[in-house]
Nanobody, 115 residues
Framework: EVQLVESGGGLVQPGGSLTLSCAAS????????MKWVRQAPGKGLEWVSI???????TYEESVKGRFTISRDNAKNTLYLQMNNLKTEDTAVYYCAARIGGSEARGQGTQVTVSS
């Protein structure tokens, strides 16, 4: 069974940092592109970052230079290092992967950026 479990969210002041983790089971993340998406209050899902199966990262424009996506294939875990957080980064963050024609997504972790 494919499962993704996010953790690491919380409340942080503007300018602060957080690192999100996504523990995967039921498949090997090294074989798939993995991504982070987020959903702000009252808004739809927004793509944040993706890392290809060969490790090439891509970022949504508003997080470039502030967020870093990475993965540890040995731990089967995806990460998102978030620096210089802004109030507009407040959202529920999900990791996701397209497997077997459908998208698997975790339950999400809440990130709140507020003073």
């Amino acid at each position: 069974e494919v499962q993704l479990v996010e953790s690491g969210g919380g409340l942080v002041q503007p300018g602060g940092s957080l690192t999100l983790s996504c523990a995967a089971s039921g498949f090997r993340i090294s074989l798939y592109a993995m991504k982070w998406v987020r959903q702000a209050p009252g808004k739809g899902l927004e793509w944040v970052s993706i890392i290809s199966s060969i490790g090439v990262p891509t970022y949504e424009e508003s997080v470039k230079g502030r967020f870093t996506i990475s993965r540890d294939n040995a731990k089967n875990t995806l990460y998102l290092q978030m620096n210089n957080l802004k109030t507009e980064d407040t959202a529920v963050y999900y990791c996701a992967a397209r497997i077997g024609g459908s998208e698997a997504r975790g339950q999400g972790t809440q990130v709140t950026v507020s003073s």
